[in-house]
């Protein structure tokens, strides 16, 4: 692997470290499996690139973005609380309804940005400390937040439903806001992803889940779940690892990865990472 | 306080599963009274706590709580009133969660939640002193997470919690029927201390006829959704707990001469 390589791992882990962050706090904090997150990266993604293209200030881009996640959390949240519909099957039918919807705020199936002015332009070192900055910041506010009386909220809800409400917790909201906050950090890492990789396309979320899902499992692999600063710096951690892996994997010749493995590889270290500490046990028992 | 009026609830109506769990229950419940509620398997004992913390709503009926219509009120807006403690250790706070996070989830019952921190130093002196009170050897531990704690030392916990917001009324479902004879009687005592403590209205079910007479202020017998005893004052002092067993018994008994007679000839 050489220094462009790893570089570009580095800035992949970062990017995805923030899907890592979103898919952490709706299956880890809220116990809530959310597929949404397919949809809502190339949401983010789209509605950044056809603002820019527009014209428009690349932080505004960005803020559009996320508000274009957080109501497509809401719509899942919407569809299991009100609905009563199945939390994987409300997600699926969010991200399916999303293909539709990026199609039409791109008004065709991908853009490349060339001309535009992004966050990153100008910027000599690259987008890596920009990113690196991002992340920390918002690693701080997640951390400020779940120790805030709603996020203790929160994370009540996702771990005993039954106890949150005899304590007076509005616990479909917590979802709402949860789903909401989880997939606007999905939909501003499609947003950056855009605007550093210079280009959108409607096929860029799939296996969004399943690679935050990597990310989130490999980083609880090295931490214990309860400090809540290090869980999340976990996410991150796990996510970088995974490319660096990944980048790897594809490089030694003799494994015989093509790029188009990665989705099969990526499924195969998520099974792995969720067996292993199962054969584990089995094993002590 | 509380107020039942003509509380009808029933599961699966219209199935062949269809069951009258509770049958036209009328109650008034006093500020201040300790009610020890009994009863068999399926009496409806617990139905009716479900019904006052709004886990469930009635099938039919009314429910005021200080005079106010709190019938489908969800539980969550009801936690300002009420507040309980489960039978299942587990089911009363968050494993993962610490002694100090679970209390402060409790303290906020009722309140309105924001962004401000959810502990801060003077949550902890207020949880530190209420763990010492209990002497459990907890008071050094508020960042222990609860999982780590005994069946016994959760169940303290969780009552305590049940008494850290303002709630006035306190529901107990069987709360030590999971712990052994020895832990059990250690929270039963802790129990009565808050309860005097705090002057709260408490609900009460136990299997157990001996602490259904031995606290409290007032028994209430289920049987087949019906109230179907109610003692309280002298009447309550004089009986012991072979007479209430025996009437206990009478009660079930005289429901089912029908089948008997039938059976019998």
Redesign the interface.
């Given at each position: 692997m050489n220094m462009l390589q790893f570089l570009g791992s580095l800035e992949l882990g970062l990017l995805y470290g923030i899907v890592a962050l979103g898919v952490y706090l709706s299956f880890r904090v809220l116990d809530f499996p959310d597929l949404t997150v397919d949809g809502s990266f190339p949401l983010g993604a789209a509605i950044t690139a056809t603002l820019l293209t527009l014209n428009c200030d690349p932080w505004l881009a960005i803020a559009g973005a996320m508000i274009g996640g957080f109501i497509a959390g809401l719509m899942t949240a919407w569809l299991n609380v009100r609905w009563k519909l199945l939390h994987l099957l409300a997600g699926i039918l969010t991200m399916t309804s999303l293909y539709s919807v990026n199609l039409r705020i791109m008004g065709q199936s991908n853009i490349a940005l060339v001309e535009e002015k992004t966050i990153f332009t100008g910027i000599a070192a690259g987008p890596l400390p920009l990113l690196s900055i991002i992340v920390l910041v918002i690693i701080l506010l997640l951390w400020r937040?779940l120790?805030?009386?709603?996020?203790?909220?929160m994370?009540?809800t996702g771990?005993?439903p039954?106890?949150?409400?005899?304590?007076?917790?509005?616990?479909s909201r917590m979802i709402f806001l949860g789903l909401g906050i989880s997939n606007s950090l999905v939909a501003l890492a499609g947003a950056l992803f855009a605007q550093s990789q210079g280009f959108s396309d409607t096929t860029m979320g799939i296996g969004t889940i399943v690679i935050g899902l990597a990310s989130v499992i490999m980083g609880e692999v090295f931490v214990s779940?309860?400090r809540i600063l290090l869980a999340l710096a976990a996410c991150v951690g796990g996510s970088i690892l995974y490319r660096l892996l990944i980048s790897f994997a594809f490089n030694v010749k003799e494994f015989g990865f093509q790029a188009s493995d990665l989705n099969f590889v990526t499924a195969f270290l998520v099974a792995l990472a969720m067996i292993l500490p199962r054969l584990r046990k089995r094993a002590d028992a | 306080m509380i107020h039942l009026h003509n509380i009808n609830m029933v599961f699966y109506p219209g199935t062949v599963l269809e069951k009258k769990a509770l049958k036209n229950i009328n109650l008034t419940i006093e500020k201040g009274e300790f009610i020890t509620v009994i009863g068999g398997n399926g009496a409806g004992k617990s139905t009716l706590l479900r019904v006052i913390t709004g886990d469930l709503f009635p099938t039919r009926g009314k429910i005021l709580i200080n005079n106010q219509d709190v019938t489908t009120t969800p539980p969550e807006k009801r936690a300002r009133f009420v507040s309980q403690v489960f039978q299942d250790p587990r089911a009363g706070a968050c494993p993962n969660l610490t002694i100090e996070e679970n209390m402060a989830l409790a303290v906020m019952r009722g309140k309105k939640r924001g962004l401000g921190m959810a502990l801060t130093p003077f949550h902890r002196q207020q949880f530190q002193e209420a763990l010492a009170s209990v002497k459990l050897g907890l008071e050094g531990r508020l960042g222990t997470p609860l999982g780590m704690l005994s069946g016994g030392q959760r169940q303290a916990i969780s009552l305590l919690m049940s008494v850290l917001g303002p709630s006035e009324i306190l529901v107990l479902d069987e709360h030590t029927a999971a712990l052994d004879p020895k832990t059990s009687s250690s929270i039963l005592k802790l129990t009565e201390q808050l309860i005097a403590e705090k002057k709260l209205t408490v609900l009460m079910v136990t299997h157990s006829m001996h602490q259904a007479l031995l606290m409290g202020s007032r028994t209430l017998m289920f049987n087949e959704g019906k109230i179907v005893l109610d003692f309280q004052g002298n009447e309550r002092k004089k009986l012991n707990e072979e007479e209430l067993l025996k009437i206990f018994k009478q009660k079930i008994n005289e429901e089912y001469t029908g089948d008997e007679f039938i059976l019998n000839n």
């Open positions: 937040f120790r805030s009386e709603i996020g203790l909220a994370r009540a771990e005993n039954k106890m949150a409400l005899a304590q007076g917790i509005c616990t779940r309860s | -």
